[in-house]
């Protein structure tokens, strides 16, 4: 008789098989997913090769139908190889923050968690919860009938206007609160919410992050958890639990958020770089990431022909639209078809100033679309 982890990577290769049966490139919003993918990729990864970007997307693609199968099916969790030092007695355990990120089956934590007796305060954004929120509640109920349980598990939406006093109360109840600590993108900064963010270091950029689970860290008085998930190549979803940060109550507070939201992006790198193709956070780090200050590269000379900067721009149709895209400030550009043609074509035209005018020339020079 099969055992429950042979039937588990047989429902997997059944969801592979109906992945790679779809035409990707026919559906909607494709490509302006795809090139923001792989202009993330590039601005936080530079290392890994753009030829290289559509495959991580195609496989990321494949994770997400993982995770979503993972939600669906209750003995996943029953599956998951736990790591670290704090993985027994949860229920016994004082109550902490879990900080994970989206990457691997990242929701299968607070299924660990809930089926290991923990009170669970889920805090996700307000979009996350209507599109995805049901079916967590679901599982969970169906956890807790299978297996008897009798402890709590509450969704609290971030938007909330009460959402931080009333995870305090929670935590300090007792109850343990999971936060995905990459954001998401509603949860992206907006003008006027300057003082609600912290700027961290990411690899060789940074990026503004929410300081709230170091506030409520410090004023709670309870540890923060890093745990990072990810799928092995044998397809067996692992739970990485890391060293707590812990609150010293007569510290500053705001520098102790500063400390902790850094020592999360730094615990969370190096898996990022080993599993890049597992992070839906691409889909999004954009909204996050602090923008460059870059120099102006230097026009080849005037007798020379000027070429399309492809390391910058790129050009696709959106909604039969042609648009340039860039990848490094990430806007779009609607363009002619007449200009696209022209980009696409450099090499066959005799003088491009000729072609487009001296004034659209000059702003094609200045925004580095030619150079």
């Not at 030092?85 to 949860?90: D, K, L, Q």
């Not at 003008?191 to 609600?196: A, L, N, S, V, Y």
């Not at 540890?223 to 799928?231: A, D, E, G, M």
């Not at 692992?238 to 850094?262: H, K, N, T």
Request: charge should be neutral; aromatic fraction near 10%.
């Amino acid at each position: 008789m099969p055992t429950p982890r042979t039937l588990y990577r047989q429902e997997l290769a059944r969801c592979r098989e109906h992945f790679e049966r779809v035409d990707l490139q026919r559906e909607r919003g494709y490509l302006m997913r795809f090139t923001t993918f792989s202009a993330n990729v590039e601005n936080v990864l530079p290392h890994i090769p753009r030829t290289e970007h559509e495959s991580l997307f195609r496989q990321l693609l494949l994770q997400q139908i993982f995770a979503t199968f993972d939600q669906q099916c209750l003995t996943a969790g029953d599956l998951v190889k736990l790591n670290g030092t704090r993985t027994a007695s949860f229920a016994a355990s004082s109550p902490a923050i879990y900080c994970t990120y989206h990457l691997g089956s990242y929701r299968l934590l607070t299924s660990v968690l809930f089926r290991q007796g923990v009170d669970c305060v889920l805090l996700v954004g307000n979009n996350m919860n209507r599109s995805q929120g049901d079916g967590m509640v679901e599982h969970i109920e169906g956890l807790r009938q299978k297996h008897g349980l009798t402890n709590s598990f509450r969704i609290v939406e971030a938007g909330s206007p009460t959402a931080g006093l009333t995870v305090l109360r929670e935590l300090k109840a007792g109850r343990s609160l999971i936060v995905y600590v990459d954001g998401s993108p509603e949860t992206a900064p907006e003008p006027g919410q300057e003082d609600q963010f912290l700027s961290v270091r990411f690899g060789k950029r940074r990026l503004l992050t929410r300081k709230g689970v170091g506030y409520l860290s410090h004023a709670a008085g309870v540890p923060i958890v890093p745990v990072v998930s990810y799928r092995q190549d044998d397809l067996t979803n692992v739970l990485q639990f890391l060293g707590a940060i812990r609150p010293i109550r007569q510290s500053d507070r705001e520098m102790y958020c500063r400390e902790a939201m850094q020592q999360l992006y730094d615990a969370f790198w190096p898996y990022l770089n080993r599993y890049p193709e597992q992070w839906e956070g691409w889909n999004f780090v954009h909204s996050f990431l602090e923008p460059e200050k870059f120099r102006p590269h230097l026009m080849r000379r005037r007798m020379l022909k000027p070429a399309f900067n492809a390391d910058r721009y790129t050009l696709c149709d959106l909604e039969q639209a042609p648009i340039l895209f860039d990848r490094r400030l990430y806007q779009t550009y609607e363009i002619t078809e007449d200009l696209r043609d022209l980009l696409l074509n450099l090499n066959s035209v005799e003088s491009v100033e000729e072609v487009v005018g001296q004034e659209v020339f000059g702003e094609l020079v200045e925004m580095e679309v030619l150079y």
